[in-house]
Nanobody, 114 residues
């Protein structure tokens, strides 16, 4: 059974940076395309970045050029480096498969505010 544990969120000022991590267990991590999702208050959860097992990334326009998704298949961990953060990036951030696993982690809260 897959387990997903997100960490690294926090409160940051506009223009700041954060690095999120997602520890994954219960699957052969390198076999799966993975993604970072976020859910802002009152909005639906959305996929913002994904990465293939070999490391090819894809981003939505709203984060392109500011966020970098990466993975370390040796330690089954997914990352999201977030730079130039904006208030509209405030959300609960989750990792999951690009094709969703049946369970979600608890997420990690990112708040961008002055």
């Amino acid at each position: 059974q897959v387990q997903l544990v997100e960490s690294g969120g926090g409160l940051v000022q506009p223009g700041g940076s954060l690095r999120l991590s997602c520890a994954v267990s219960g699957i052969i991590f390198s076999n799966y395309e993975m993604g970072w999702y976020r859910q802002a208050p009152g909005k639906q959860r959305e996929l913002i970045a994904s990465i293939s097992g070999s490391g090819r990334p894809v981003y939505v326009d709203s984060v392109k050029g500011r966020f970098t998704i990466s993975r370390d298949n040796r330690i089954n961990t997914l990352y999201l480096q977030m730079n130039s953060l904006k208030p509209e990036d405030t959300a609960l951030y989750y990792c999951n498969g690009r094709v969703l696993f049946p369970t979600w982690g608890q997420g990690t809260q990112v708040t961008v505010s002055s």
